[in-house]
């Protein structure tokens, strides 16, 4: 399986992107998918998370501004990424479990400009 993200760029703090990530391959049992980031000198966080029946997760410093979502396939998850401030930026990570070890995507930088 292979995941592939997208959507990152440069924002204005206030402004809005909306990162996907699709996954590809063989699939299997899927338990859950989400976004994980890691910004300047700091340790990999979790920002989001959906589980197969769509429970959704969310970091205390996103929530009320990010949204995670996906498609009907649930091959296809996003985050809606709104009232973006200097601290979110970071690479922004996909992140999938199939029960078994964690499928990480490429990161997809976000830069947050004040």
């Known amino acids: 399986v292979q995941l592939q993200a997208s959507g990152g760029g440069l924002v204005q703090a206030g402004g809005s992107l909306r990162l996907s990530c699709v996954a590809s391959?063989?699939?299997?049992?899927?338990?859950?998918m989400g976004w994980y980031r890691q910004g300047p000198g700091k340790q990999r966080e979790l920002v989001a998370t959906i589980t197969n029946p769509g429970r959704t997760n969310y970091a205390d410093s996103v929530k009320g501004r990010f949204t995670i979502s996906r498609d009907r396939t649930k091959t296809t998850v996003y985050l809606q990424m709104n009232s973006l401030k200097p601290e979110d930026t970071a690479v922004y990570y996909c992140?999938?479990?199939?029960?078994?070890?964690?499928?990480w995507g490429q990161g997809t930088l976000v830069t947050v400009s004040s």
């Open positions: 391959g063989r699939i299997m049992r899927l338990r859950s």
């Open positions: 992140n999938a479990d199939f029960f078994g070890p964690p499928v």
